[in-house]
């Protein structure tokens, strides 16, 4: 395991793969917990991740990216899909997951008032509420990310892909339900080292630092 510092620069966006080794258990197993160990908000635990290793799956899903992330997917060990559960599908189950979540921190006597509370809170005053299950991803996304590199991959976040066509494909693959979003989705394998778009791209091009943050 490296220094988190050293896997945040290390880590950087490639495009093309060359074959490799698949992913051992191991590996799978601390993707998994990288995407399981992430924060979201209240705890709701609002986000899955499919991972896809088999080729010929692979294949299928990569059928609903765009051009370039599709070949970029067809030479890569695997295709994680980041899905949410927005808030509105959330209350869905009579409050049962609602009150699944609360039981941890809440006092028993008092179960009621407090599921009663966080309603209240992400229908009347939180103006997050619909978007909460795509920060769940994006925390689970950078979680992801960073294990993967830690463990000698490389990796590519995607956005470029049709939706509502991917959506209904896995819908039907029963990888995600009805009510279920797809957030934002990531490749993982080996980096093709002589491919000039990733030369060009692994230099971390960056605006000028001082235009990013302020210290108050
Ligand atoms: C939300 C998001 C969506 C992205 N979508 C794509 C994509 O569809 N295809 C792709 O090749 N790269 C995609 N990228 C990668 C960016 O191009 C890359 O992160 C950016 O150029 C910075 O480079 P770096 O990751 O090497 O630091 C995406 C990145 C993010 C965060």
Redesign the pocket.
């Known amino acids: 395991m490296k220094n988190l510092n050293e896997v945040i620069k290390k880590r ?2 490639t ?1 093309r793969y060359i074959d490799g080794p698949d992913l051992t258990k191991e590996q799978i197993e601390n993707i998994i917990d990288a995407a399981y160990l992430a924060p979201s908000a209240t705890n709701f635990q609002d986000s899955q991740i499919v991972i896809i290793t088999n080729k010929s799956k692979k294949e299928e899903y990569a059928e609903f990216f ?1 051009e ?2 599709k070949i ?1 997917i067809l030479k890569a060990k695997a295709l994680i899909i980041f899905i949410g559960t927005p808030f509105k599908v959330l209350l869905s189950d009579n409050y049962k997951r609602i009150y699944d979540t609360i039981k941890d921190f809440a006092a028993k006597d008092a179960l009621d008032e407090t599921a009663k509370g966080v309603i209240n809170y992400y229908t009347k005053v939180s103006k997050y509420t619909d978007t909460i299950d795509i920060t769940s991803s994006s925390i689970q996304l950078a979680f992801v990310l960073l294990q993967a590199t830690d463990i000698g991959f490389e990796t ?5 892909f049709n939706t509502s066509k991917l959506e209904e494909f896995m819908i039907k693959e029963k990888t995600m339900v009805q009510g279920q979003r797809i957030n ?1 989705t990531a490749s993982l394998g080996y980096a093709d080292k002589n491919d000039e778009l990733n030369i060009k ?1 692994a230099k ?2 960056r605006f000028a630092k001082e235009n990013m943050y302020k210290i108050v």
Request: hydrophobic residues 25%.
């Open positions: 950087h966006t495009k765009e370039s992330n970029n590519t976040p995607m956005m470029g934002v791209v971390r091009h």
